[in-house]
């Protein structure tokens, strides 16, 4: 797996959700420098375009596209933006996420339609927005769903009960969309990452503190380690890899 190619995924273009931040602003990145043209989405639109500016500053190339994940009567224009800009999408890295660190017996039902709008709703129907064009003009692709380790393991603390849903129905949905969508030779691969530092992690430590020293390696990753996973999945490497959740958890949770 040559992770620095700056040719590896020459052609490509790579719509990133939740770009503005975090783990998304790193996937662009390094979207970028492995050569795919790439369209960073995020309601904050201001920092989308510092993103992409210092991406065009060292010879990639990046757009900034506004999104609002809970809005899904306005992904058909997100896309054609991004594909009016850069090229018709081959990969959709669904990023954005929001936490939710509530007790299940506490959630509202408007934080429920938030949480569910902007981590399941939306992914679901961008990727069908996405999806629905490359099937429709015969061209294969590529689908990375961020779901998380609380998709499969929770232990309640920090309580994420409705998060932790949210992400295991994100791994269902990579499963079944790669079956639908296989002999359309669309790839619905996703990863589950275990806690990297990002703005949602710093959120979590302000209210329940660092939780490093518990950790079997004393330390929350740095976002970089995700980038061979997201490298690989994105890759002509993965050609026959899909419906899987990758886990990167740096050994945190156990098994
Ligand atoms: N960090 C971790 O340890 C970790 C672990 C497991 C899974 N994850 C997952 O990784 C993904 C990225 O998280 P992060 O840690 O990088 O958090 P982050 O820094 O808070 O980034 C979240 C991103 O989601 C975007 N977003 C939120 N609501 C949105 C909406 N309604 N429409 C469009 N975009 C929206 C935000 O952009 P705007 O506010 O500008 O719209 C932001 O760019 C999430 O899905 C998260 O669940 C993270």
Request: hydrophobic fraction near 45%.
């Amino acid at each position: 797996m040559r992770q620095r190619d700056p040719h590896l995924l020459e052609g490509q273009v790579a719509l990133v959700t939740g770009a503005s931040s975090g783990l998304g602003e790193r996937f662009a990145r390094v979207l970028a420098a492995a050569g795919a043209k790439v369209a960073l989405a995020a309601r904050r639109t201001d920092r989308i375009e510092a993103v992409c500016a210092d991406i065009t500053a060292a010879g990639g190339t990046a757009v900034g596209v506004r999104l609002d994940l809970t809005k899904p009567e306005t992904f058909a224009a997100t896309v054609d933006e991004a594909q009016d800009k850069l090229g018709p999408v081959t990969t959709l890295v669904n990023n954005a996420g929001v936490p939710y660190g509530v007790r299940p017996h506490k959630v509202s039902a408007a934080d429920a339609d938030l949480v569910i709008g902007t981590n399941l709703r939306g992914p679901f129907l961008l990727s069908c927005e996405v999806g629905g064009r490359m099937i429709a003009d015969g061209r294969p692709g590529r689908i990375v769903n961020v779901s998380s380790m609380t998709a499969f393991h929770y232990s309640g603390t920090p309580t994420a009960a409705l998060y932790s849903v949210t992400k295991a129905a994100l791994a269902r949905m990579t499963e079944v969309l790669a079956v639908e969508w296989a002999r359309n030779r669309i790839n619905v691969v996703g990863m589950a990452p275990g806690m990297f530092h990002s703005e949602m992690m710093a959120g979590m430590i302000s209210r329940v503190g660092d939780p490093s020293d518990q950790l079997p390696r004393g330390r929350l990753p740095d976002p970089s380690l995700l980038d061979s996973t997201l490298l690989y999945l994105t890759s002509p490497a993965s050609e026959a890899v899909t419906g899987t959740v990758i886990k990167v958890d740096d050994g945190q949770f156990g098994r």
